[in-house]
């Protein structure tokens, strides 16, 4: 490396640590925040740390891509995982779903006492943010010592018009997800690729190739393979492989093959922009 790209690489570092300074100056610390506020920005934080992991897994070579034979003469274009997936991904995403899930019962709790300051102890485990498969009424226990404002403003947030709806909506998501985390299992991840572009300088392509192979891409062990394409035999070439990761949601839940960071940050920013900001004047 020259001097002078040593300087420059230097320079970007110490300018981002700056930014990052000044950011954490600018932000106000978790104790001056309410509660609720509190826990949706420690939901952040693990989303952060959970994607920082997986761009670190990503960029360290952790998934090989090549043209290998497939024993019978024939040419394969394989995907193969080559490094486990980080240990504490899937504790990660735990913790942010619970952080987010928990923001909102404190948000319920504290309306609750606002309106009705003297709750029994009874009372105050009956408080809850409601999100079942109906929406609440106000008689039921999680609601019914809110003010009926507040009742009102939570039922809102909370029809669910049909099933399929339920499917877009961000907190029926977020507490199916967070449950099956919290009484199961530990919510897995995986690898999925999501593009793949093929470049070849030099390509002999004999008998019937498959270009485009359908199909999952997921790989969640050291091992796993996805074959992208096939060629027939006495096909040789020579090229470039671009591919691009993400790390999605495993199977068998309701937010299976999503991606998993633009989900987690779909479940917050509806919580601070939408229940939050609906809520809060309640307060």
């Known amino acids: 490396m020259s001097k002078g790209k040593g300087r420059t690489t230097v320079a970007k570092r110490h300018a981002n640590q700056l930014a990052a300074a000044r950011a954490r100056q600018q932000s106000p610390p978790l104790s001056a925040l309410s509660d609720h506020r509190r826990k949706l920005a ?29 024993g019978q003469g024939r040419l394969e274009l394989v995907g193969e995982q080559v490094k486990p997936l980080p240990d ?15 923001s909102l019962d404190n948000l319920a709790f504290a309306l609750a006492c606002k309106n009705s300051r003297a709750l029994t102890a009874d009372e105050q485990e009956d408080v809850s943010f409601p999100i079942h498969n109906q929406p609440p009424v106000a008689t039921h226990r999680s609601i019914t010592h809110m003010s009926p404002a507040a009742q009102a403003a939570i039922i809102s947030l909370c029809e669910y018009p049909a099933m399929r709806a339920k499917e877009q909506d961000a907190l029926w998501l977020l507490n199916k997800t967070n449950n099956r985390d919290k009484h199961r299992a530990i919510t897995v991840a995986a690898a999925d690729v999501s593009k793949y572009s093929l470049y070849f300088a030099t390509a002999t392509i004999v008998g019937p190739a498959q270009i485009g192979i359908g199909g999952p891409k997921r790989t969640t062990k050291v091992g796993d393979r996805n074959v992208f394409a096939k060629f027939g035999v006495g096909s040789q070439l020579q090229g470039n492989v671009g591919t691009t990761l993400q790390i999605v949601f495993g199977e068998g839940l309701e937010v299976a093959d999503r991606e998993v960071w633009s989900t987690l940050r779909w479940f917050h920013d509806h919580i601070r922009d939408t229940v939050f900001q609906a809520l809060e004047p309640l307060l």
Do not use: F, T
């Open 42 to 70: 420690w939901a952040e934080c693990h989303i952060q740390e959970g994607k920082s992991l997986s761009e670190g897994w990503v960029n360290n070579k952790s998934y090989e891509v090549s043209v290998k034979p497939d």
């Open 88 to 102: 504490v991904l899937g504790l990660v995403i735990g913790d942010a779903l619970e952080s987010m899930r928990s």
